[in-house]
């Protein structure tokens, strides 16, 4: 059980397209706007994709980032978390590209290949403001979301060389026995922020028993060495995010998984679904982590010492 919970909010991410929400953060100021929102609201730890305003497509070039992270850092003590994932398609190139120039305190890594699919997203795109939405959502029924062993350590070893600590993204079981592999190689050092992602179709469900195996299986390879983090996509955001802290966990939300803010009704902001899932910790009688609180339990270089 953690002192403190962490909560961290992903808020624009790459797999919803602008014509599903009009509360989607696109451009630079919007993405600034929404995660100082989101710090204010209580996150401690900021979870960034860029896109390019015009289209609001997935943009994960250096220069897109460098459009709101200063902004970010200067107007927020939070911390910044910046994505290896990308946009689906992406070479691994352009998926490290915006963590080596920032060198952020914390950047995610997925932790192996798996079946990515978003296709039943399709249906939320009535009419698409853009033409690349619907072949982009559609076209996941087609992707493997490569995350190889080569892949993965030679993100480990160049953003590791900055002092980059990780988010490591656990999609499935066989994650949890990838990152013990790169532990016991001696790639990675304790404490292991561990995100258990749930409800991708592709990767394991979204059901209590799911859960709780992932942390039985985390708590069996790494003991007390790491954090445990839940993160539910769509509908099964709060459900999952609220059992991961009952179970002693810390937790994600955020526009990037889950567009709703209750059933049928869309989140206006990050900073609502932040400050719901604060509203839940609370009458959990949970005491949720400050920024600097967040450093000192992941272990962080310290803002002081990004490119940004």
């Known amino acids: ?26 451009t630079a100021d919007q993405i600034t706007e929404a995660a100082v929102g989101a710090a204010e609201a209580g996150a401690s730890v900021i979870h960034l994709h860029a896109r390019d305003p015009e289209t609001g497509r997935p943009d994960q070039s250096p220069e897109a980032f460098m459009a709101f992270l200063p902004r970010i850092k200067q107007q927020t003590d939070a911390i910044v978390n910046i994505t290896t994932g990308g946009g689906l398609g992406m070479t691994m190139e352009q998926r490290l590209a915006p963590a080596l120039r920032a060198a952020p305190e914390l950047a995610s890594m997925n932790m192996g290949s798996f079946n990515f699919n978003i296709s039943a997203a399709t249906r939320a795109i009535r009419e698409p403001s853009q033409d690349w939405e619907k072949p982009y959502v559609e076209g996941s ?22 002092g980059t600590k990780f988010e490591f993204e656990c999609y499935d079981t066989g994650h949890l026995y990838n990152l013990a592999h790169f532990a ?25 028993e799911n859960l709780m195996f992932m942390k039985n299986t985390a708590d069996r390879l ?38 709703y803010l209750n059933k049928g009704e869309l989140a206006p902001s990050n900073a609502a679904q932040v400050a719901k899932i604060r509203r839940i910790l609370d009458e959990l009688g949970l005491q949720v982590a400050s920024p600097d609180e967040a450093r000192a339990m992941l272990g962080t270089k310290g803002a002081a010492q990004v490119d940004f």
């Open 222 to 259: 790494f003991g007390t060495d790491y954090l445990f983090s839940v993160l539910g996509a769509g509908r099964h955001q709060f459900p999952m995010v609220t059992m991961g802290a009952i179970m002693g966990g810390n937790v994600r939300v955020g526009l990037e998984d889950n567009l």
């Open 184 to 208: 016991d190689l001696g790639l990675i050092k304790p404490p292991f922020f561990v995100q258990c992602i749930l409800g991708i179709t592709g990767a394991i469900g979204a059901a209590p």
């Open 1 to 26: 059980m953690a002192a403190k919970v962490i909560i961290t909010c992903a808020v624009t991410g790459s797999i919803h397209t602008p014509s599903m929400s009009p509360h989607l953060p696109i």
């Open 141 to 162: 029924k087609d992707l493997i979301m490569s995350n190889t062993f080569t892949q993965i350590e030679r993100g480990m070893r160049e953003l590791g060389d900055k």
